[in-house]
């Protein structure tokens, strides 16, 4: 099951996120190869990196801590995806390396501490199955940028969508609430 809601909630917050728009912008100027490589190796460490520091938090905290740390960093997420103002950035690309190197760079820099990796961490906090939680969240982050890549046309038009914006940050807003009342035993998964 951590696989699934990894790859779901983490594919939730990257429709609403600003990779995609990366994404969206890199298309016309890059090689699809290039793109589909370069989101693919940025997709695979970015998930890396908050599963294995969620499994050690997982060893050296006591459960309890983390599980109601995890609501509330599903809490915050949700908050912020809700208030948080759209800025359309564009970055300056370096010239001598290979195109899929630059596109690795340029989203790998995006996502650091960014909202996927910090979900990331709190499903591997309460799944306790990093690797699961890894797969699951490459794969999450993955399918919307390629799908960005491949559907450019049709996803120009949807991307951007107020609502989108409001349901990722209710559903995580609600994911926050559950599991914060799960800690209080006011209900149980």
């Known amino acids: 099951m951590p696989i699934l809601t990894s790859f779901l909630l983490i594919t939730i917050v990257e429709i609403s996120d600003k990779t995609m728009f990366l994404t969206l912008g890199m298309t016309p100027k890059f090689r699809?190869?290039?793109l589909v490589v370069g989101v693919l190796l940025s997709s695979i460490i970015i998930m890396l990196i908050p599963t294995l520091v969620g499994e050690w938090l997982n060893r050296v905290v006591p459960r309890g801590s983390l599980v109601l740390?995890?609501?509330?960093v599903f809490l915050v997420v949700g908050l912020f995806v809700v208030f948080e103002k759209q800025k359309k950035t564009e970055k300056e690309y370096v010239?001598?390396?290979p195109e899929f190197l630059k596109v690795?760079?340029?989203l790998f820099?995006?996502?650091?501490?960014d909202r996927?990796?910090?979900t990331a961490l709190s499903i591997t906090i309460n799944s306790r199955e990093p690797l699961m939680v890894w797969i699951g969240g490459t794969l999450g982050l993955l399918v919307p940028n390629l799908a960005v890549i491949f559907f450019t046309d049709k996803l120009a038009n949807l991307i951007g969508n107020n609502l989108l914006k409001y349901v990722t940050g209710g559903i995580l807003i609600t994911v926050g609430i559950l599991t914060i009342l799960e800690y209080f035993g006011v209900i149980q998964f």
Request: net charge positive; hydrophobic share 45%; charged share 20%.
């Open 116 to 118: 996927s990796q910090l």
């Open 104 to 106: 690795f760079l340029i």
């Open 69 to 72: 740390t995890s609501g509330l």
């Open 109 to 113: 820099t995006s996502e650091m501490f």
């Open 95 to 97: 010239k001598r390396i």
């Open 32 to 34: 699809k190869i290039s």
